[in-house]
């Protein structure tokens, strides 16, 4: 599914959805579409290794979760700012998010933002509306901001370094 909702110029906003069984065969479809998305828009090679090992670590940790039987949905949101992911399960009531150990700090330390916790079908992007618990992780990487414009000959703040 791709929404394509406006943006700054030069780089829409869209939004991509992708339903995925729990299973360990099949979690490497959220990498993959992670990694695309990434490198299409223009983060470095390290951002979007950092995307991926961050998106492994939330799929297994959501996948751990999740209630027999039911898929894995990531909800991509790309923008002129940055990416978002959210993923997120169906569970059983009462489940949260485990937000301890090592795979809670890897995401974390990978990610600007990244939040986690219970919330209902009908307030996730991609629930259509239905009922039921789920379990959600949202990470977010923002763009570098561009680069300043080169000096113009003869400002003082003028890179004066010449490559020989």
């Known amino acids: 599914m791709v929404d394509t909702t406006g943006g700054a110029p030069g780089r829409r906003t869209e939004r991509l959805e992708l339903r995925v069984p729990t299973s360990r065969t099949q979690l490497p479809a959220v990498r993959a579409m992670t990694g695309?998305?990434?490198m299409r828009m223009d983060f470095d090679l390290d951002a979007v290794e950092d995307l991926r090992l961050a998106v492994d670590e939330a799929s297994a940790t959501l996948a751990s979760v999740?209630?027999?039987g039911t898929p894995l949905v990531a909800v991509f949101e790309t923008g002129p700012t940055g990416l978002s992911i959210t993923a997120w399960v169906s569970t059983t009531e009462g489940t949260d998010v485990p937000r301890d150990g090592f795979g809670w700090a890897v995401i974390a330390a990978l990610v600007d933002s990244v939040d986690a916790g219970?919330?209902?079908?009908?307030?996730?992007p991609g629930g259509e509306g239905g009922e039921g618990p789920v379990a959600t992780i949202t990470l977010v990487k923002e763009l570098p901001p561009p680069l300043r414009a080169p000096a113009a000959p003869g400002d003082s703040d003028a890179d004066l370094s010449v490559a020989r």
């Open 66 to 68: 999740a209630a027999p």
């Open 118 to 124: 219970p919330a209902d079908r009908a307030d996730v």
């Open 36 to 38: 695309d998305l990434a």
